[in-house]
């Protein structure tokens, strides 16, 4: 398991991806969309999570990814911890769940899988 901090700015500097949907940053928006507050783009928090894996179990070796799969399984908000459990399934493939530290580890990813050489 490992955690990773996600920045209170991360989803207007992930902006610079050209995804500019309001709900990464516009609070009246994320209010008419039913959040509290903007949430962080799903691709970053699926991003950061690969990054997690291949640093800890694949000794950083992102050319050993063969697949990764998951299932949205909830939102992450801006200046939130992810908690990153991962475990080995056979010789080649990482089982892994996500979730929000802050919110009691409410589901963020789940179902997810990183097959590797």
């Given at each position: 398991m490992v955690e990773r901090a996600v920045r209170e700015d991360q989803a207007l500097l992930y902006r610079l991806s050209g995804d500019w949907n309001p709900l990464h940053a516009d609070p009246e928006f994320a209010k008419l969309a039913g959040f509290d507050r903007p949430?962080?783009?799903?691709l970053?928090?699926?991003?950061?999570?690969l990054k997690a894996v291949v640093d800890t179990l694949l000794d950083g070796d992102?050319?050993?990814v063969r697949s990764y799969d998951t299932r949205f399984a909830g939102v992450v908000f801006p200046g939130?911890?992810?908690r990153i459990r991962m475990w080995r399934q056979g010789e080649a493939e990482v089982r892994v769940a996500v979730s929000a530290v802050e919110r009691d580890d409410a589901p963020v990813l789940a179902d997810t899988i990183v097959e590797h050489s």
């Open positions: 949430i962080l783009h799903g970053c928090t699926y991003g950061m999570t992102v050319t050993r939130e911890t992810l």
